[in-house]
């Protein structure tokens, strides 16, 4: 409504004695001039320029005569001012323009500028006049005044002698006699026919103001009890006067009225303001609503705010401002909704905590239109610490204008059909749409996707413009700021309406005349090009859009004449291009629906017109037509007291009972709200129906209306839409009103389910009132939002030290901004429903909204706040609501979520009430399970730790557990493990404080490597120490999990997990899924090598080789070979041009591992030059170790253990430019290669039939890893099935040369060979692109079948158990030796304190994590 904006400004009053300071502000009735008074001072101030004009100083002779002034009252046409003195004198001062100059204050402009042209009226606007003040008149009415009051013609004074004086204007009694308050009757209500009287003696007025639409004076008396006189009849006499009086009223202190809603607010000594209502029938006083801060929002201030000591309504009449004794200011909507207030927050205390003391207000006094609020602060008499703070800031006495921002249905309320938020400034407009070139698209822009909850809207009910997407409207936190056009503001000030179209595209505002548009497309602003016609139009009734054209109501000053005007946007702004209608009274409220125009007048009169577009040659115009007029007269007391008028479909028949159903779209009510009560006139149907092709088209709107019906009372703001949507009929067909401090309500239609006939007892519509927590200014009617504005503050106390600058404005005020908000209401109204056993209509309005993106948190919020009331409720409730919202809930498929998510945000002890109404934690969880929504599970799971007993939650977790490995969930599995070790570590009966290792979101999920279980150490009693260290330097990381084994209990719980994760590795390799298991090793961080060592000879054998290379080809999407008809007389077939297909197959090898450690990205040079230093010599080597065989042995196991032994060096992390430079070179080698051999055509084809041949880049990182792993646990029935699929013969050759030496087993070297021979069977038959690399390694093969047949025996160094031991291979002990001698890695103690270990293990975790940590094809990382 009303906001807050920037830092008050503060104009300085000319420098006098302290006892010359202001006390008083008043201004005149238009605004224009204020009336500033000091002891013995008048100041008259203009509004803008906000300057000082002329000062009235009392000579010290008649000063001690009069007394020190004490009020002011203007005369209604701002020509005199009557000013009240302490020893009963009044004053009446003449104000007359200065005889010499006209103006004390001109603006000048440069020469040649546009404002120099001659206008009519615009001196007048731009300066400031020169005034004199004289004293005409002085009245001695021989006690002090206590309150003035212009009434028309007359002044009425209070004295505190108990009489009430009538004064002309001029300054005479004209022989009426003074009232005592004694002879005037007091009753509860009109009606009694006499009244008891005041009976004591002095009783005196304190404070009175006059209500033009009540016609009578609300009073405060000196004893605090309230009343209202009114005259009986038009004399105002003793005899004709008459009081009424609210019975609990005892300790009033002020008084304002609000004309336009006819209220009463009375502030009270207690600190509250009682706001009262007049009752139309009896005349008694009604209590409306109170203002009063609460203990919840202001604990430590609500009850020590003093004495209320000003109320004062905003000239529009929307808000009133609150200040008390002791400091403070508050701002309230017309029926008490709380705007603002400065005894809390950054207004109240400063950034270090202290608390600030509250401005003081002695007098303040609105401004123009309500944009500035002019104060004056008060002192006090007295000298205290407290107030010296303030003093300080402000030295020389000063007026403070706050600024304030105005929502545009406070002035303009036909803006409520629509879903934009407007906010007028004094020179700017605030806007929530996005920017215009958004609209077209909204989700184009990334800057609006805060709230990224677009949808597509349905168009009109007839087809007509789109609505805007909800993710402009919602944006971002910031407005869309347009300046007004300063050209139109300077001679136009104040802005008085302002509108936007339905698209919020363009804008339209209305000065003091004529108005001016813009449009946030081409940003520009479009004036009058003959500013005479624009100084001819006063715009009296506001006004609205209508597609592309401008409606308003204005008076035509030349003709004298009231009129209706149209203009088309894109034509110039000239009176040639509008269409014109002359009205008969003076329009004071207008609004467009659909195609017609509804149009409120001064004589109580509502007329309708129709309005369509018409081209007639090359200007096209619109064309109004009087459709229908209505008097009001004999229910509206006062024209003055309609709010707004619309026109809407909204009716009581919703449509289904009617006999036509295209009726109910027509349906037209006129929606009145008449001083906060809304008024509905429907359309009488009752009457004979005329059908609709017989009848003249405009006939069909003639239907008479039916007598006004009262919806609601204390109503602030209507909205209804004249779109439609078949889908969510419930929303688009309410009327949503905003009632101040009561919260919203709807008036909801009631649809039958399934069009059946609906129960006669059944009400077509239903009004269900709902809190929400902003000021609600547009409701989204399909998305279900309210949008508001809220405003928030900005303390730069902190930027100047307490002392250098303590008279800074900036440090005591915090700057204030508006935010935009909004807030979801669907939840309010399905639980209203509910209570009102409309679960029904609560479904079928649910299912309409079950698409919006919010809507499980609607369910949430609306179980969590039934759940938090009737938990907490201390008498037991007699019909819980509860259950009745857990069986609603079930119906959505989002009911297990919500459950558990209402759960998690509500402390333990409501848990029991909760689950008693939703169902036990344990069968919900299996629904979980069953649904497959792992997540929700695990929540679940927490619940159940908290509720039930260790046992049963490690069963479960169990559960999840593995349906979570057997989906690849990882992270819900890593902490499943977490989850699992911290029941077992005895930490069961609170929910797992961190354990040891960390939260896995903190660290990219990979502190459990810290945590991984060596299962080598268990099996490893009779290793010799020596070894042992050599071993786990080799292929474990050492550090924190060395401590893992310390508690017995610990040890059980991660045998326990060991045991099923062994379980699941064994299903994988059984089921020949690779692929998953590389991502399951190198997510949870288990320990593949070691496990693989024990599992050599069972479930790590191939059993199949066929079927093993098959499921291989598909896991990894690697392409079956096939063979190029020119392939058969290849080149490369005997070797011709083996360095090109060398070269080629070294970059590929070398390539992966540099990408993994570009990927890996820990810094770590010592490292990188040993990896760098080495990868040369090891292709080189391997090559020619494949080629000459076995006599090469050692050389070729030494380089190889960097290569594949020593897992640091593979995960090793190159900086990036290296291991660019050096893939960049070597494919530079090839280039070279390349140019220098002349291929033919055939040898071209089948290079690139080679590099076709291979599977995707990341398939071959994840194959050479797994290679590496195998190769390592020495597996190589596995190594040869992947050597096959990536077809590198040098590979198959390492192979064969281990297993050449001695200590491989002979049962796996026949498989191998039966391997083999089976794959070569399916190559003849089903695969012939195998067959040319099958023909590369036959040498190797029949080696192999010789080794077999001649089976060596074990060397003697192998234990005996076979089993017991992981590690059997005799060279992967040499190759560990040779790889801390050649890695220059220092060994790690087995303590793992030492940093290289602690870096060895980060390697390795690095390595491992890479290649499978984003696995697009089967392992999906959650």
């Not at 009434?151 to 009489?163: M, P, Q, R």
């Not at 909204?849 to 499980?856: I, R």
Request: some cysteine.
């Amino acid at each position: 409504m009303y906001f807050l904006s920037g830092w008050p400004k503060r104009l300085l009053c000319p420098l006098g004695s302290p006892a010359e300071a202001p006390f008083h502000v008043q201004s005149d009735p238009q605004r224009a001039f204020f009336a500033v008074l000091a002891p013995a001072r008048l100041s008259i101030w203009y509004s803008r320029p906000s300057v000082l004009i002329v000062t009235y100083k009392e000579p010290t002779k008649s000063s001690t005569q009069f007394g020190s002034y004490k009020q002011t009252e203007w005369r209604p046409d701002s020509t005199m001012i009557a000013v009240s003195t302490a020893h009963g004198y009044i004053l009446f001062f003449h104000i007359t323009s200065a005889r010499g100059e006209k103006y004390l204050y001109e603006p000048v402009y440069p020469k040649g500028s546009p404002q120099m042209k001659g206008t009519p009226h615009f001196k007048e606007e731009q300066c400031a006049p020169a005034l004199n003040l004289e004293m005409r008149k002085i009245l001695d009415l021989q006690a002090p005044v206590t309150s003035l009051q212009s009434v028309s013609e007359d002044l009425l004074v209070a004295t505190s002698d108990g009489l009430l004086h009538l004064i002309h204007w001029e300054g005479m009694t004209n022989g009426r006699k003074a009232i005592n308050l004694c002879t005037v009757p007091f009753s509860v209500d009109l009606q009694s026919s006499r009244g008891s009287f005041l009976g004591f003696a002095d009783v005196y007025i304190r404070d009175m103001e006059y209500c033009a639409t009540l016609d009578g004076f609300a009073v405060v008396f000196n004893d605090g009890k309230v009343g209202f006189i009114t005259p009986v009849s038009s004399r105002f006499t003793a005899e004709q006067l008459h009081g009424v009086w609210p019975q609990d009223v005892v300790d009033g202190t002020c008084v304002a009225v609000n004309n336009k809603y006819r209220l009463m607010a009375f502030g009270c000594a207690s600190g509250s303001v009682q706001v009262y209502t007049i009752d139309n029938t009896t005349g008694a006083m009604l209590l409306s609503h109170k203002l009063e801060l609460t203990a919840k929002q202001y604990p430590d201030i609500w009850n020590k705010t003093g004495a209320v000591k000003l109320v004062r309504w905003s000239p529009d009449n929307s808000v009133v401002i609150v200040t008390w004794e002791y400091g403070g200011l508050s701002l309230w909507s017309v029926f008490g909704a709380q705007l603002i207030c400065t005894l809390g927050g950054d207004f109240a205390y400063r950034s270090d905590g202290t608390k600030k003391d509250p401005l003081k207000i002695n007098s303040m006094s609105w401004g123009a239109e309500g944009y500035h609020l002019w104060v004056i602060s008060g002192f006090g008499s007295q000298h205290n610490e407290i107030e010296s703070d303030f003093r300080s800031i402000i030295k020389q006495p000063s007026i403070l204008l706050f600024q304030f921002i105005k929502s545009v249905l406070t002035v303009n309320p036909c803006m409520s059909n629509q879903e934009q938020v407007l906010l007028q400034g004094e020179d700017r407009l605030y806007l929530n749409c996005g920017e215009a070139s958004q609209t077209q698209n909204p989700r184009s822009s990334s800057a609006h996707s805060q709230h990224k909850l677009g949808q597509d809207r349905s168009p009109f009910a007839d087809g007509g413009l789109e609505s805007q997407s909800l993710s402009t409207l919602l944006g971002h936190r910031h407005w869309h700021v347009v300046q007004i056009s300063s050209t139109y503001l300077e001679s136009n000030w104040p802005i008085r309406f302002s509108a936007i179209d339905y698209l919020g595209q363009n804008i339209a505002v209305v000065g003091k005349f004529g108005f001016a548009h813009y449009s946030l497309l081409t940003k520009k602003w479009k004036l009058f090009g003959n500013i005479t016609q624009e100084q001819n139009m006063i715009v009296t009734g506001g006004l609205a859009w209508w597609n592309d054209f401008m409606v308003l109501a204005c008076y035509n000053m030349s003709d004298h004449q009231e009129e209706l005007r149209v203009y088309l946007r894109t034509s110039n702004l000239d009176n040639a291009f509008a269409h014109v209608t002359k009205t008969q009274a003076e329009t004071l409220l207008l609004s467009v629906f659909r195609d017609m125009i509804i149009v409120f007048r001064a004589d109580c009169s509502i007329c309708l017109y129709s309005i369509e577009r018409k081209s007639d040659g090359p200007n096209t115009t619109a064309g109004i037509q009087v459709l229908q007029e209505v008097s009001m007269s004999r229910y509206i007391p006062h024209p003055f007291l309609v709010v707004s008028v619309t026109l809407t479909s909204v009716s009581t028949e919703n449509g289904i009972t009617l006999k036509m159903p295209q009726q109910a779209r027509d349906a037209e009510s006129i929606m009145l709200n008449l001083a906060g009560q809304l008024i509905m006139m429907q359309r009488d149907r009752s009457g004979p129906q005329i059908r609709e092709k017989d009848s003249n088209p405009n006939q069909r709107k003639l239907l008479p209306f039916c007598p006004p019906v009262v919806l609601a009372q204390s109503v602030e703001n209507v909205w209804t839409t004249c779109r439609a949507n078949k889908q969510k009929r419930h929303l688009l067909e309410a009327l949503w009103l905003s009632c101040g401090g009561a919260g919203m309500k709807v008036w909801l239609p009631l649809f039958p389910r399934d069009h059946r006939k609906p129960h006669s007892f059944l009400s077509q519509r239903i009004m269900l009132p709902f809190h929400i927590n902003i000021y609600p200014l547009a409701v989204l009617f399909e998305d279900a939002l309210v949008l508001g504005a809220v405003n928030d503050t900005l303390p730069y106390d902190s930027l100047y030290t307490r002392n250098s600058a303590r008279e800074q404005l900036e440090v005591y005020f915090p700057f204030c901004v508006v935010e935009r908000t909004s807030q979801i209401y669907l939840h309010h109204i399905l639980r209203q429903l509910l209570v009102r056993n409309l679960g029904e209509q609560a479904l079928l309005l649910a299912q309409s909204c079950a698409a919006l993106p919010y809507f499980p948190h609607v369910l949430e919020l609306m179980l969590h706040e039934v759940l938090e009331e009737e938990a907490t409720s201390r008498e037991p409730i007699p019909d819980p609501l509860l259950p009745t919202v857990a069986k609603f809930i079930t119906e959505f498929p989002l009911f297990l979520q919500t459950v558990v998510h209402c759960a998690r945000k509500t402390e333990y002890a409501l848990w029991n009430y909760l689950f008693a109404a939703v169902g036990n934690p344990k069968d919900l969880f299996e629904e979980c399970l069953m649904a497959q929504d792992l997540d929700t599970a695990a929540s679940y799971l927490i619940i159940l730790q908290n509720m039930e007993v260790p046992a049963v939650s490690r069963q479960h977790a169990t559960l999840l557990f593995n349906t979570a490995l057997e989906q690849g969930k990882w992270d819900l599995c890593r902490h499943m493990i977490r989850f699992l070790k911290a029941i077992g570590s005895g930490e069961s009966e609170t929910p797992p404080s961190t354990p040891t290792a960390q939260e896995p979101s903190s660290s990219g999920g990979f502190e459990f490597f810290r945590n991984r279980s060596i299962s080598l150490s268990q099996s490893a009693e009779n290793v010799p120490p020596s070894k042992f260290s050599l071993q786990k330097t080799l292929s474990m990381p050492s550090g924190p999990s060395g401590k893992r084994w310390s508690k017995d209990s610990d040890c059980a719980e991660n045998m326990y997990i060991d045991m099923m994760l062994w379980r699941h590795a064994r299903r994988l390799l059984e089921d020949v899924r690779l692929k998953d298991l590389g991502c399951f090793a190198a997510q949870l961080g288990f320990e593949l090598i070691s496990w693989l060592c024990k599992e050599r000879t069972r479930a790590a054998r191939v059993d199949n080789f066929v079927v093993a290379l098959k499921r291989l080809h598909k896991d990894f999407l690697w392409p079956f070979p096939i063979i190029p008809a020119s392939s058969i007389s290849s080149p490369f077939k005997n070797g011709k041009y083996r360095t090109v297909g060398e070269q080629l197959l070294k970059s590929q090898s070398a390539e992966p591992f540099l990408n993994l450690e570009i990927d890996a990205g820990i810094p770590n040079i010592q490292r990188s030059q040993s990896w760098l230093g080495n990868i040369g010599p090891t292709h080189h080597e391997v090559d020619t170790a494949s080629s000459q065989g076995p006599q090469m042995q050692d050389a070729f196991l030494s380089p190889l253990s960097n290569k594949a032994g020593d897992e640091c060096s593979i995960g090793s992390a190159t900086d990036l430019t290296e291991s660019s430079s050096m893939v960049d070179g070597d494919w530079t080698m090839v280039d070279e290669n390349f140019s220098t051999l002349s291929l033919t055509q055939s040898e071209l084809e089948h290079i690139s039939m080679e590099l076709a041949s291979k599977g995707p880049h990341k398939s071959q990182v994840q194959l050479r890893y797994l290679l590496h792993i195998f190769m390592e646990a020495g597996c190589l029935d596995w190594c040869i099935v992947i050597g096959l699929i990536l077809r590198e013969s040098s590979i198959i050759n390492q192979i064969l040369v281990i297993t050449q030496s001695s200590e491989v087993d002979g049962e796996m070297l026949q498989n191998i060979k039966t391997g083999l021979h089976a794959v070569d069977r399916w190559a003849s038959t089903d695969c012939p692109g195998y067959k040319p690399f099958l023909n590369i390694i036959k040498p190797q093969l029949q080696k192999l079948s010789e080794i077999t047949e001649e089976q060596v025996q074990p060397d003697a160094f192998q234990p005996v158990t076979a089993g017991k031991t992981p590690e059997q291979t005799s060279p992967r002990a040499e190759e560990s030796r040779s790889s801390s001698s050649h890695g220059s890695i220092p060994q790690g103690e087995l303590t793992g304190t030492s940093v290289v270990s602690r870096k060895e293990e980060d390697m390795t975790r690095a390595q491992e994590e890479e290649p499978f940590q984003d696995g697009t094809y089967d392992c999906s990382v959650s």
